[in-house]
């Protein structure tokens, strides 16, 4: 479900290939970056990693991301 302002709805997918292509999107902009760029260290170190990103400023961890 989905409620508020999000870049894509639940279940997007967006693949990203070793040499840097990607296939779909999860919406874009700063996100998007960010999700490229852990997933490349994933394959670059061969583990798995399971992240999250708040899509609000009142988190802590959020990137500054309010949609």
């Given amino acids: 479900m989905v409620t508020g302002s999000v870049p ?3 279940g997007t997918k967006m693949v990203i290939f070793e040499d840097g292509r ?3 999107t999860v919406g874009g902009g700063k996100f ?3 999700v490229i760029e852990h997933a490349q260290k ?3 170190t061969g583990k798995a990693v399971l992240k ?3 899509l609000h400023e009142a988190s ?3 990137f500054g991301a309010i949609c």
Wanted: hydrophobic share 45%; charged share 30%; proline share 6%.
């Fill in 8 to 10: 894509r709805e639940a």
């Fill in 22 to 24: 990607i296939a779909g």
């Fill in 32 to 34: 998007e970056s960010l």
């Fill in 42 to 44: 994933a394959m670059a």
């Fill in 52 to 54: 999250t990103f708040p």
């Fill in 60 to 62: 802590e961890e959020s």
